[in-house]
């Protein structure tokens, strides 16, 4: 049984987020647990004060008169009635559990509450509230912070309003049915709000990971790290949009470019694929090669072997090969249809009739006499088994010995389709040929004109595609082949219109428009400091690794889990480990869903956006440090659940609270489900590296040197197609360097790479003849890209964004480089200068950051020569 289970495939769904209820789940640790409570009181003294008696009997009047009151006491001075007042938030945005009986009913409660509380303005009035309390714990000197160990109770405010903006952030960007016109207009007006957020003086993303940046520069900084990273994701989730809406705006601006558009769904893709098992030993090899109806078959053969000694080798293998694995020649044969078929007759059953038998070459002969060896001799003008015989104008025949194996199996086959017809399980359809449409880079199309051009012609034609005059068929033939599955991607033309732009900056450069979309709009803002934030975002992400061991310099992501007391009793300290593992948990999935998005969002709006970020995350070791990630026993990771039921929000807060007992530790791993966020993490990081190496023979290299084939080898054993997609993907960009001897002793591995990885044609990854894969120019690779970006960041930004202050520029000027300089002093100074828009929108915050905040030593200008 438990084998079983083993080969069956995981059961999940890969998608933008879990569900709801797990999501909101996620945001509390059980370690929070006592604080619903507080909250809970805190509300009812709000109720008795006001005289009245519950929230759910209020009327809408009177709901919103309440929440005024609250708006009204959370601006107050006073940071003990603010957090009180935030408590009284908190408790109606999550639910008033208080006062549900089930959770259905404190969903619908929190969902009610979400939107009140976005048509009222408390969204915006507790966004400012989290930047006043950034603020003033940037402002506490750092004497006067704690220098024992952090904890839970450091950073309740900041807690208590990262719960409030992420449950609404969740709540808001999930659409329901059963929503009113005034609810959908609420929830659209909500998105609208968010995307203009980003021209706000402070955005509230640049805030969140602002925040990130000093949880990692101040090792005595308490943050909620796990918050902060969660409503990252879920504001870019929410703003930028998921994959299925990225996937819809990638068709549309192919339609507009005048490309091609795929007739395939790339996740629907994926979702239909089955997983696959590579064997473990030669006999398993031999088994789960073949369907059980084939298994049986080879049985029965073997033992009929046993029984007709008389029958020589050669003949049983020609008997066994009607029944060998269908082979399929074209990628829209069916194999049934191709297989070999027997004619029924009355000979094969042992009586005469009008086919005989031949025991020279083993198939149906229709000529009514039995041949003999010397008259096959005569016929064929060769002895037996010397060579394939030439077909005849006489029918095939088969020995008697063999009719008599050929007549069991048939019966056997026979058999076997009546117990399938008389099923009660339905039949599953095997869909024949590969899931991906193959495609050709018109770079390669390029290259085999040129070859087979100067193979038959002598001298090729430069970027002539068309052009197939002095050229055999079958090449024409390929030719044609390599046409039909021309590919030619976005980031193809933008590559190409950034040659152009370089070429002629005073014609093309002057008439380019940058499009004002979101993920634009995101870049610029982000650009001064994205270096910054990847290298942070990648520290937190190797300090949560279950494979990273605890250091002193290492970064404290455990200040927001860690209660006041550390537990005393063995059940408590269970609770507590499970906690931490599950809170390490979380961190990984936000963390690689940030990265992600954010990869395929840059990718979407220009290549040289994505390159500048993928560039930075190569830079600061990402790829060894996500094959540090899986090194580890990964089928155990994404299936072991770190949960405890009992303690999750909501149902730790609702009816009858139950004693934590060993008992509620057990049954927490049973089943075929994975650990849905182990498994989505896992996922996202395959993919981030998968964007970080694809035709980059330098990174693919540094998967090399680092060993990742047998790492990546052994994550095969998670039973679950997308994941081993995504493997099978790293695999296959790197088998060409990996030397005959490995490809020969992984034909399994080499098998699944050609079953359900895209196919390119004229890409030899099976062979190792690459002639790109040239050692010396793979540094130069890098170097050119990244003069590439720089000059495409300079051109539309003004700034390489390598420096960590400075606000980019929107305008598109004129390449420097043809511009006259002038040297007079006065026409200088009398110069106007437009400063960008968001400096100005900004220009307060600049002058407290850079002159009112920053501490100059004006002695040092005395101590200049030219000035004293």
């Known amino acids: 049984m438990n084998t079983k289970d083993h080969e069956q495939d995981l059961e999940f769904v890969y998608d933008d987020s879990d569900t709801y209820e797990n999501e909101i789940s996620d945001l509390y640790t059980f370690t929070e647990e006592p604080e619903f409570r507080v909250n809970l009181e805190n509300f009812k003294q709000l109720l008795e004060a006001k005289g009245l008696e519950n929230w759910s009997n209020l009327s809408p009047e009177k709901k919103v008169l309440l929440v005024m009151h609250i708006i009204q006491v959370i601006e107050v001075t006073d940071k003990a009635e603010r957090f009180k007042a935030t408590s009284w938030l908190l408790y109606l945005v999550q ?91 609420l929830r659209s007006d909500f998105l609208h709000d968010l995307e203009q957020g980003l021209h706000d003086k402070e955005p509230l993303l640049i805030v969140l990971f602002n925040m990130v940046l000093k949880f990692c520069s101040e090792t005595s900084s308490c943050l909620p790290m796990r918050k902060v990273l969660l409503l990252v994701w879920k504001l870019l989730l929410t703003i930028l949009g998921g994959f299925r809406s990225l996937n819809e705006k990638k068709i549309k601006k192919r339609k507009e470019a005048g490309l091609p558009i795929l007739n395939e769904d790339p996740l629907q893709v994926v979702r239909d694929m089955k997983a696959s098992a590579p064997p473990t030993s030669a006999s398993d090899i031999l088994d789960l090669a073949q369907p059980p109806g084939k298994r049986r078959a080879r049985r029965i053969l073997a033992e009929l072997d046993a029984e007709t000694t008389d029958i020589d080798l050669d003949r049983s293998s020609k008997v066994d090969a009607p029944f060998e694995e269908e082979k399929v020649t074209s990628i829209d044969d069916d194999p049934m249809e191709s297989a070999p078929t027997f004619p029924v007759t009355d000979s094969l059953s042992g009586s005469e009739g009008d086919a005989v038998l031949d025991k020279t070459n083993g198939v149906v002969k229709s000529s009514g006499h039995i041949a003999s060896q010397e008259d096959a001799e005569g016929e064929l003008g060769h002895p037996p088994g010397s060579m394939t015989p030439m077909p005849t104008a006489s029918g095939p025949t088969l020995s008697k010995d063999t009719a008599s194996i050929a007549a069991k199996l048939l019966k056997i086959r026979k058999e076997q389709l009546e117990a399938q017809c008389n099923s009660p399980i339905p039949e599953v359809k095997v869909i024949s040929g590969l899931p991906w449409v193959p495609k050709a880079r018109e770079k390669d199309l390029e290259a085999f004109l040129n070859v087979v051009r100067q193979k038959f012609i002598g001298y090729i034609l430069p970027g002539d595609l068309t052009t197939d005059a002095g050229l055999p068929p079958p090449t024409k033939d390929s030719i044609k082949i390599l046409q039909k599955h021309k590919y030619t991607s976005l980031s193809e033309l933008q590559t190409a219109n950034e040659v152009q732009i370089t070429k002629c900056p005073l014609t093309v450069g002057k008439n380019e428009i940058i499009p004002e979309t979101t993920v634009e709009k995101l870049y610029q803002i982000m650009l001064p400091n994205l270096p910054q934030y990847v290298i942070a975002l ?30 005393t009793m063995a059940v408590t300290s269970l609770k507590l480990g499970i906690d931490v593992n599950r809170h390490r948990e979380v961190i990984v999935k936000a963390i690689s869903a940030v990265l992600l998005i954010l990869l395929k969002h840059l990718k979407f709006s220009h290549i040289y956006q994505f390159e500048y970020a993928s560039q930075h995350l190569v830079f600061a070791n990402c790829i060894p440090l996500v094959l540090k990630f899986f090194n580890q026993n990964i089928v155990a990771y994404v299936t072991t659940k770190n949960t405890i039921p009992d303690l999750e929000f909501p149902a730790c807060v609702l009816g009858e609270k139950k004693e934590l ?208």
């Not at 279950?546 to 002193?552: D, F, L, M, R, V």
Request: glycine letters at 4%.
């Open 538 to 567: 990648l520290k937190i992400l190797l300090a949560a690794a279950p494979t990273s061991k605890a250091k002193n310099d290492s970064i404290n992501i455990l200040s927001d889990v860690l209660p006041e007391e550390m537990p």
């Open 661 to 868: 007992t060993a008992e509620s530790f057990e049954g927490m791993d049973t089943g075929n489900l994975p650990c849905w966020r182990n498994l989505f993490s896992s996922i996202n990081l395959l993919r981030i590296l998968n964007k970080l190496v694809k035709w980059k023979h330098s990174r693919t290299m540094m998967l090399v040197v680092f060993k990742s084939a047998p790492i990546l080898k052994r994550a095969l054993k998670v039973r679950q197609a997308i994941f081993q997609l995504y493997v099978l993907k790293l695999l296959k960009v790197q088998t060409k360097y990996l030397g005959r001897q490995w490809r020969k002793s992984n034909m399994k591995t080499m098998s699944a790479i050609y079953q359900k990885v895209r196919h390119r044609l004229n890409d030899d990854w099976a062979f190792g003849n690459d002639i790109d894969a040239r050692p010396w120019d793979f540094q130069q690779e890098e170097c050119e890209l990244r003069a590439f970006v720089e000059r495409f960041n300079i051109r539309r930004y003004h700034t390489t964004g390598s420096r960590a202050g400075g606000t980019p520029s929107i305008t598109s000027p004129v390449d420097e480089d043809y511009t006259s300089v002038d040297n007079n002093l006065q026409n200088l100074l009398q110069e106007e200068i437009e400063l960008p828009l968001d400096f100005r929108k900004s220009y307060d915050v600049w002058l407290e950051r850079e002159v009112y905040y920053a501490k100059t030593d004006w002695d040092q200008l005395l101590k200049i020569p030219c000035v004293q």
């Open 95 to 185: 639910g008033v559990y208080g006062e549900c009986r089930n959770i259905e009913e404190q969903k619908q409660n929190c969902r009610d509450n979400c939107f009140l509380f976005y048509k009222l303005g408390i969204f915006a009035t507790v966004k400012e509230l989290l930047m006043m309390e950034i603020h003033l714990s940037d402002s506490t000197p750092s004497t006067e912070r704690k220098s024992t160990m952090l904890s839970l109770a450091d950073c309740k405010e900041l807690r208590s309003l990262l719960n409030i903006l992420y449950t609404m952030v969740e709540t808001l960007r999930h659409e329901d049915t059963m929503d009113s016109p005034e609810v959908t207009k």
